[in-house]
């Protein structure tokens, strides 16, 4: 397990932009796949997005194809979540998780295969 980080939640617009950020100050984060997950008021837990230990993998929920990327800088031990167009339902909070995994592997979409993660950062979005 290593420790995690978010920051860059906030209040927006709908159709504005923000940037998550997800950092460790572990080494090992390196060899991490990350992902975010968000949670809205009264809803579950829910996949949005994955990137692989390489980078070279991502993965994301339906609602957010097209104007969610995700992308990672390892010589800053940091993973990013752009998010464009926002809606009003993408309102919530954002958790960054991340689970070591092989070099080769998918970074998967399942909450319970990650083992870090941090305390979450709301994002809110008005109409």
């Known amino acids: 397990q290593v420790e995690l980080v978010e920051s860059g939640g906030g209040l927006v617009h709908a159709g504005a932009s923000l940037r998550l950020s997800c950092s460790s100050p572990r080494s090992k984060f390196s060899e991490h796949a990350v992902a975010w997950f968000r949670q809205a008021a009264g809803q579950e837990r829910e996949f949005v997005s994955a990137i692989s230990r390489s980078g070279g993998q991502t993965l994301f929920a339906d609602s957010v194809k097209g104007r969610f990327t995700m992308s990672r800088d390892k010589a800053k031990n940091t993973a990013y979540l752009q998010m464009n167009i926002l809606k009003v339902e993408d309102t919530a909070v954002y958790f960054c998780?991340?689970?070591?995994?092989?070099?080769?592997?998918?970074?998967?979409?399942?909450?319970?295969?990650?083992?870090?993660w941090g305390q979450g950062t709301q994002v809110t979005v008005f109409s």
């Open positions: 998780a991340s689970k070591r995994t092989i070099l080769t592997a998918s970074p998967g979409v399942q909450a319970a295969a990650y083992d870090s």
